[in-house]
C-alpha cells in the first residue's frame, strides 16, 4: 500500500478499493501518538518531506478561503532567539523566577530537530468568517501535517503555555493584530514511545436529537 506521503492526486487514490483506503486511513489516525519533544531526536524530516507535511496542512477545510492559519518554521541557527523569549515570557509573568526556572523554559526551544509555530489569523477578513470556524480550521491544519509526519515515521507533538500570549514570542514571530500563537509543532525521529493511549468510547461522545 502506498504511504500517505504519496498519496498526492484522485489518480494515485484510485488505485485503492474503498475498503482499502478507510482502512489505510482509520489505521493512521487512530495509530498516531504525542511524542514529547525531550524523546524527538535526529533525524528529522528533510526539506521535500516537511514541504509534504505543509501540503497536507493546506488541506484542511478552509470556508471562504480565507487560510486562517500561517506557520513559522524555527531552524536551529534560530533557536537561541526562542530560547531567550521563552525565558522572558517566564520573566514577564513571574518576575520571581529562580534562574533554573528560566533556563528550564529556554531549554524548550532546543528539543525536537524540526520545530515551527502554529499561528491562527483570527482579524478582520473577507468574506467574514466567523473566528470559532476559523479555529477549526487551523486545528484541522495541524492535525494534517501531525498526521502527514505520522505517515513517514516520525513523531511528534505539540506544545503551548502561558508562552503563547508573551509579549516577547509576539515580537519575535512579528505577530499582527488578530494573529495569535497557537502551539509549537515539533517532530523527529521518537527514541521512546508510550504504550497505545486508552481512547474513549464512541459512545461517551456521541448522541442523536
Known amino acids: 500500500m502506498p504511504r500517505a506521503s504519496t498519496i498526492r492526486t484522485m489518480t494515485e487514490i484510485s488505485c485503492f478499493t474503498g475498503n482499502d483506503l478507510a482502512a489505510f486511513a482509520l489505521t493512521l489516525i487512530t495509530s498516531r501518538q ?30 471562504g478561503v480565507v487560510m486562517p492559519w500561517r506557520f513559522v518554521l524555527v531552524p536551529q541557527d534560530k533557536r537561541v532567539a526562542l530560547a531567550d523569549a521563552f525565558g522572558l515570557a517566564l520573566t514577564e509573568r513571574d518576575a520571581d523566577a529562580t534562574p533554573e526556572q528560566v533556563e528550564q523554559a529556554r531549554e524548550k526551544a532546543f528539543r525536537a530537530p524540526f520545530l515551527a509555530l502554529a499561528i491562527a489569523r483570527l482579524g478582520p477578513c473577507e468574506p467574514d468568517i466567523d473566528p470559532l470556524e476559523r479555529m477549526v480550521s487551523v486545528g484541522a491544519a495541524i492535525q494534517n501535517f501531525l498526521l502527514s509526519a505520522h505517515s513517514m515515521g516520525f513523531g511528534s507533538s505539540l506544545t503551548s503555555g ?20 497557537v502551539c509549537c509543532i515539533n ?20 448522541s442523536s436529537l
Open 34 to 63: 504525542n511524542i514529547l519533544p525531550r524523546r524527538l531526536a535526529a533525524p528529522g524530516p528533510g526539506e521535500s518531506q516537511v514541504n509534504d507535511m505543509f501540503r497536507a496542512a493546506a488541506s484542511a477545510p478552509d470556508h
Open 162 to 181: 502561558q508562552a503563547m500570549h508573551s509579549a516577547a514570542l509576539r515580537q519575535l514571530f512579528a505577530l499582527t493584530e488578530g494573529e495569535q500563537a
Open 187 to 206: 517532530v523527529g525521529t521518537a527514541s521512546k514511545r508510550k504504550p497505545a493511549r486508552l481512547r474513549p468510547d464512541v459512545a461517551e461522545f456521541v
